[in-house]
């Protein structure tokens, strides 16, 4: 079974700041996908990515296979970004193939 | 398309008592799941789909059930409740399996007590 760690758990940061979240898994995967819950509890997915770097607006999602690690980015950061990111890693075996991080839970400040 | 509609938004339920969770989906999607969030923890599978009439187990199905009579709606029943269902539940779906982009429902808050 997958292991997906996330780090780190809470992060406080100013407006404007480069953010770096970070996740490692333990078994080979298909696909890492980031997700952002918002204080209100619902989630939408960010990214979904088997390689390389995808980037949508300030936010850019990065994996490396060979080392099972993936970072989320977010450029110029703004109290709107201010969430749970999880990342969660996809077998690509059964239909119940993701396994979910923990969490990361991103304070922005003004 | 309203995307993944879950009801009810919230729910307080006595032990021993039983409800039905509802998830309703709009986008043909044929895999659907749902999944429990508790505090400081990850989501966790309870049971899945991957078309009408077919479901499986996920990693924490003890005490839930599913049926899946149509593609759009997957419905979760807990039958005679514990204080360990205490939890936010997640229903989503996605188009083929789960390392496609998976939409989720805005999520039921249940407490038992």
């Known amino acids: 079974k997958n292991e997906v760690e996330q780090s780190p758990q809470n992060l406080t940061a100013q407006e404007g700041e480069f953010i770096t979240i970070n996740c490692s898994y333990s078994?080979?995967?298909?696909?890492l996908h980031w997700l952002q819950q918002h204080p209100g509890g619902g989630i939408v997915s960010l990214f979904m990515?088997?390689?390389g770097k995808k980037k949508h607006g300030r936010l850019i999602a990065t994996i490396n296979i060979q080392e099972k690690h993936s970072s989320l980015h977010i450029t110029a950061s703004h109290p709107r970004d201010s969430a749970v990111y999880i990342c969660?890693?996809?077998?690509?075996?059964?239909?119940?193939?993701?396994?979910f991080g923990k969490g990361t839970h991103l304070i922005i400040q003004p | 398309n309203a995307g993944v509609t879950q009801t009810p938004k919230f729910r307080i339920l006595k032990i021993g008592q039983s409800m039905t969770l509802q998830c309703t989906q709009d986008?043909?999607?044929?895999?659907m799941y749902w999944y429990r969030q508790d505090p400081g923890m990850g989501l966790k599978l309870i049971y899945y789909?991957?078309?009408?009439?077919?479901?499986d187990k996920g990693e924490v199905p003890n005490g839930y059930n599913v049926s899946r009579s149509t593609t759009e709606d997957f419905p979760l029943r807990l039958e005679l409740a514990a204080p360990s269902q205490t939890s936010v539940y997640f229903c989503?779906?996605?188009?083929?399996?789960?390392?496609?982009?998976?939409?989720f429902g805005p999520g039921t808050r249940l407490t038992v007590t």
């Open positions: 986008m043909n999607h044929n895999y």
């Open positions: 078994v080979g995967i298909s696909a």
């Open positions: 789909s991957v078309g009408a009439g077919i479901t």
């Open positions: 989503a779906s996605s188009v083929r399996s789960p390392i496609y982009e998976q939409y």
């Open positions: 969660a890693a996809g077998s690509g075996g059964g239909a119940d193939g993701l396994t």
């Open positions: 990515l088997s390689s």
